[in-house]
């Protein structure tokens, strides 16, 4: 129970510097749209290929961006955390009586909220230049479930990697190291029949195309419940395995002051 409070506490902390700069939602919203409009325009002939499979571009890109938003964001989680150690804020609560576990789980909630809430404003902007989302309600959540777990997945990666290097250059290169060839060996915007065979291989092990496809397949008319769960699945093993990362960096981080 402590543990909970503790994280509803640091989740409040985190909520309210949020609330501070509430112009940080809209400005992480400019990369998306840029996304979905743009992009939008650009590739809508791709359909025309033999394959694609889908004859509007715009409906095949917006779970993707959804997904994409989530994993952009979470890159970059791993910052505040840099400024609250340069701060001395982390080592003011290692002193404190408060749940270690807290310090990482409250700042995870804090962004798996602000990632609900820009994925619902992603949806509707969708919705405004022409997709479709089937199942309705049910499709969406499951589309904002997987990219709330990518995020918290790679929140945790980030938090983790901010605590082992604690600079933000090194920091900053290594997510960019990581985020964009993901970015680009997913279905987030092509047709994994259109790619080449080395990436149709590499495709299987990317945890963004996991939440892509699952969250691709919840809002189509004829969705494959059974592949969702295993993807969703592989998204939760993936969330575990980087929170046990993000935990013995915190501890190694410990130990070091």
Not at 120 to 128: C, E, F, P, S
């Amino acid at each position: 129970m402590k543990a909970l409070r503790d994280t509803q506490h640091m989740t409040v902390r985190h909520l309210m510097a949020l609330w501070r700069q509430p112009w940080w939602i809209a400005v992480s919203l400019v990369q998306p749209v840029i996304w979905l409009l743009l992009f939008g325009a650009l590739f809508k002939s791709v359909t025309d290929i033999p394959g694609f499979g889908s004859t509007n571009y715009i409906q095949f890109l917006a779970p993707g961006v959804v997904v994409m938003t989530a994993f952009f964001g979470a890159g970059w989680t791993g910052m505040p955390v840099i400024e609250d150690i340069n701060r001395g804020v982390i080592d003011r609560f290692l002193v404190s009586p408060v749940r270690r576990s807290s310090l990482i789980s409250g700042r995870l909630a804090s962004s798996a909220l602000t990632t609900a809430i820009q994925s619902l404003i992603i949806v509707v902007l969708a919705l405004i230049v022409g997709a479709t989302f089937a199942n309705s309600v049910p499709g969406v959540a499951v589309l904002i479930l997987v990219s709330v777990l990518l995020g918290s997945a790679f929140g945790c990666l980030s938090i983790g990697l901010a605590l082992l290097v604690r600079r933000e250059e090194t920091l900053i290169a290594t997510v960019q190291f990581l985020l964009l060839p993901l970015s680009f060996i997913s279905v987030t915007f092509m047709q994994k029949d259109l790619m080449p065979d080395w990436m149709q291989s590499l495709v299987k092990y990317n945890p963004l195309n996991w939440a892509v496809e699952a969250g691709r397949s919840a809002v189509t008319p004829d969705p494959s419940w059974g592949a969702i769960a295993g993807k969703t699945g592989l998204l939760v093993a993936f969330l575990c395995l980087c929170g046990v990362f993000a935990v013995r960096a915190f501890r190694t981080y410990q130990r070091a002051v």
